[in-house]
């Protein structure tokens, strides 16, 4: 396993809209080991094949966060969110792609998710809390939409100015 490089908004490869996967092959199961080291190792709780620069319906996510609970790593492969609840969540939010900003985001609080397992399965699931949260937050990548697009657009602004300035000088060190 490796951990892999994540992409820092702003980044044409974070607008693209992913392309789905046509079958689990060792290769993507590779792939989605290496997302889910690389999302403990940075830490997060979520990640998205884009943000590694991989244009695929891939996501992982672990929102177990009580301490000393066991892991429970998901992949999901073309995950499609099928129904949403019409009561909403706020969560504060943030993205291993935005690092150390975070934001207020109101999402339905429940969703009805169906993807692919890693050994090919169809599989569906119901997400509540952080979890719902967490998997429309990844399925949005694989549109090409980040949360701060959820934000009005001059604090939208000011995080892409923010982060245009950490990367100016990450590219220096
Ligand atoms: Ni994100």
């Given at each position: 396993m490796?951990?892999?490089?994540i992409?820092?908004?702003?980044d044409?490869r974070?607008?693209?809209?992913?392309?789905?996967?046509d079958?689990?092959?060792?290769?993507?199961?590779?792939?989605a080991?290496?997302?889910?080291?690389?999302?403990?190792?940075a830490?997060?709780?979520?990640l998205?094949?884009?943000q590694?620069?991989?244009s695929k319906?891939?996501i992982?996510?672990?929102?177990?966060?009580?301490?000393?609970?066991?892991?429970?790593p998901?992949?999901m492969?073309n995950p499609e969110?099928?129904?949403?609840?019409?009561?909403t969540?706020?969560?504060?939010?943030?993205?291993?792609?935005i690092?150390e900003?975070?934001?207020?985001?109101?999402?339905?609080?429940?969703?009805?998710?169906?993807?692919?397992?890693?050994?090919?399965?169809?599989q569906?699931g119901?997400?509540d809390?952080?979890?719902?949260?967490c998997?429309?937050?990844?399925?949005?990548?694989l549109d090409?939409?980040?949360f701060?697009d959820?934000?009005?657009?001059?604090?939208?602004q000011?995080?892409?100015?923010?982060?245009?300035?950490?990367k100016?000088?990450?590219?220096?060190?």
């Amino acid at each position: 396993m490796s951990i892999r490089p994540i992409l820092i908004h702003p980044d044409p490869r974070l607008k693209k809209v992913a392309d789905a996967v046509d079958g689990v092959s060792p290769e993507l199961k590779k792939l989605a080991e290496d997302m889910l080291e690389t999302m403990y190792d940075a830490p997060g709780i979520g990640l998205a094949a884009p943000q590694i620069g991989i244009s695929k319906r891939l996501i992982v996510m672990d929102c177990v966060k009580e301490e000393g609970a066991a892991p429970q790593p998901m992949v999901m492969f073309n995950p499609e969110v099928k129904w949403s609840s019409e009561e909403t969540n706020v969560y504060e939010e943030g993205c291993l792609s935005i690092p150390e900003q975070y934001a207020e985001v109101t999402r339905p609080s429940e969703v009805e998710v169906h993807w692919t397992a890693l050994d090919g399965a169809a599989q569906s699931g119901k997400f509540d809390e952080l979890w719902a949260t967490c998997v429309q937050h990844e399925v949005d990548h694989l549109d090409g939409k980040l949360f701060i697009d959820y934000l009005k657009p001059l604090k939208r602004q000011m995080i892409t100015r923010k982060m245009q300035k950490l990367k100016r000088e990450r590219a220096r060190a």
